[in-house]
């Protein structure tokens, strides 16, 4: 990871200028691993970011260790959840070591983030259990809104990084397909694929609209479906030759 991973900590407040987004997606997908997944597993996650799964997994699975190379980070979500059950490891990705195998590995909105995802998809391979799960989460470069930008002339290349990406630290942008195949480099093999939000106009239209949480769920619901086109992507992986 960046060693100034502190700097970026002004995007991970309700200020951010996409904090509407990332409300809907940050609440919808720790509930959706949790349908997925038994209480009774335990869980790696990489990241804290903006708290909202480190707290619910915490409340939830049998063990959860989070790993976060951001001091500034971790103080902020120790300072807003101080009852979590969290285990918290101050350490960068590609240092981290431990003796334990996990049932689950979650990288939400990671990869986009880090110099080399190879490095940290291959790493981790080896704290996952015998036929362990690995959930990744990425941003989709492809999805509807930006595909409706692009057909009206308002977005040249749909895989640019935008303003918002910049200011939350991103050094890449995915589509489905090199999603799929960033898994499968790494010794993977996508076992589930679904979409996280399908968002069809801009954050500030959808703002305007003033859009009840029934619709914003369903947006979520149905987006599953649809990670092709959704805001963002969820996949699920196992080591490929497990």
């Not at 990406?165 to 694929?193: F, I, M, P, W």
């Not at 369903?218 to 992507?233: K, N, R």
Request: aromatic share 12%; charged share 20%; proline share 3%.
């Amino acid at each position: 990871m960046s060693n100034n991973l502190d700097t970026y900590i002004a995007a991970y407040g309700d200020n951010f200028t996409f904090a509407f987004d990332n409300n809907i997606m940050l609440n919808w997908y720790p509930q959706r691993i949790m349908t997925l997944c038994d209480a009774s597993a335990s869980l790696l996650e990489l990241g804290i970011g903006h708290g909202f799964s480190t707290n619910r997994f915490s409340q939830y699975f049998s063990r959860h260790v989070v790993i976060d190379g951001s001091a500034s980070v971790i103080q902020q979500f120790q300072t807003q959840y101080p009852t979590s059950k969290a285990e918290i490891v101050e350490r960068y990705f590609e240092h981290f070591t431990s003796d334990s195998k996990f049932d689950l590995i979650v990288m939400g909105f990671i990869l986009e983030h880090v110099e080399d995802p190879q490095v940290v998809l291959q790493r981790f391979k080896q704290f996952l259990a015998p036929g362990g799960r690995c959930f990744v989460l990425v941003p989709n470069g492809e999805s509807l809104h930006r595909r409706f930008g692009h057909a009206a002339g308002l977005l040249d290349n749909m895989m640019n990084l935008g303003q918002g990406d910049l200011e939350l630290g991103h050094q890449r942008a995915y589509s489905c397909a090199s999603l799929t195949q960033e898994l499968n480099d790494a010794g993977y093999k996508v076992v589930r694929k679904e979409g996280l939000f399908l968002k069809p106009f801009t954050t500030g239209q959808l703002q305007q609209l003033e859009l009840n949480e029934d619709i914003t769920r369903a947006m979520c619901t149905v987006g599953i479906d649809y990670p092709e086109l959704s805001c963002a992507m969820m996949f699920e992986a196992q080591v490929a030759d497990a």
